[in-house]
């Protein structure tokens, strides 16, 4: 079980807005501004997306961002392609130098 | 450009050893936190293990706690995760990762398989 909990999946149609969910607790994600996001294509390594909640790294697209409030962290994409289709996952900051991560959100886009 | 280059994973028995190493480039590798993160097999990523940029502060998840030890080689840009006593639930992709808060970038990862 995994410490972040994230929904198992979520589907959109192209063109559509997500949103992804990572729920933690006082002690990681609603403590902390350190939650990142990362997207995962089958067999390839993931790569980074939002940092500190909602910034967003050079060579992403706008389409995605990502807030939080309270204990609870989302990450958005819009106008969804085909090529958005991917695994999730979220890792958040915790006290005592501890990183906790998410079990992952499967993105079917229909 | 930036770059981290996996390289030393297997097929071992249960018990056996492996050792693996990243190989930075493109960045000033001294200056960075490095961990190591792995995959089991159509699971989740978990945590397994991180270093200081000068190695004073080292860091374990609970589940490799006592049988793996990471190191680093600031001369040598390279970060290693020697692994003892290997068991079935340790097969998984390793990866590493550079950064404190957030990983980015990850390398390509390399294959460590348990078996017997």
């Known amino acids: 079980q995994s410490a972040l909990t994230q929904p198992a999946s979520v589907s959109g149609s192209p063109g559509q807005s997500i949103t992804i969910s990572c729920t933690g607790t006082?002690?990681?994600?609603?403590?902390?501004?350190?939650v990142s996001w990362y997207q995962q294509h089958p067999g390839k390594a993931p790569k980074l997306m939002i940092y500190?909640?909602?910034n967003r790294p050079s060579g992403v697209s706008n389409r995605f961002s990502g807030s939080k409030s309270g204990n609870t962290a989302s990450l958005t994409i819009s106008g969804l392609q085909a090529e958005d289709e991917a695994d999730y996952y979220c890792?958040?900051?915790?006290?005592?130098?501890?990183?906790?991560f998410g079990g992952g959100t499967k993105l079917t886009v229909l | 450009q930036v770059q981290l280059v996996e390289s030393g994973g297997g097929l071992v028995k249960p018990g056996g050893s492996l050792r693996l190493s990243c190989a930075a480039s493109?960045?000033?590798?001294?200056?960075?936190?490095m961990n190591w993160i792995r995959q089991a097999p159509g699971k989740g990523l978990e945590f397994v293990s991180y270093?200081?940029?000068?190695?004073?502060?080292?860091y374990y998840a609970d589940s490799v706690k006592g049988r793996f030890t990471i190191s680093r080689d600031n001369a040598k840009n390279s970060v290693y995760l020697q692994m003892d006593s290997l068991r079935a639930e340790d097969t998984a992709v390793y990866y590493c990762?550079?950064?404190?808060?957030?990983?980015?970038?990850w390398g390509q990862g390399t294959l460590v398989t348990v078996s017997s």
């Open positions: 990762a550079r950064g404190y808060n957030y990983f980015d970038p």
């Open positions: 493109g960045f000033t590798f001294s200056d960075y936190y």
């Open positions: 270093i200081s940029s000068s190695g004073n502060t080292i």
């Open positions: 006082s002690s990681d994600v609603g403590d902390y501004n350190y």
């Open positions: 500190d909640v909602s």
């Open positions: 890792i958040s900051y915790r006290s005592s130098n501890i990183r906790v």
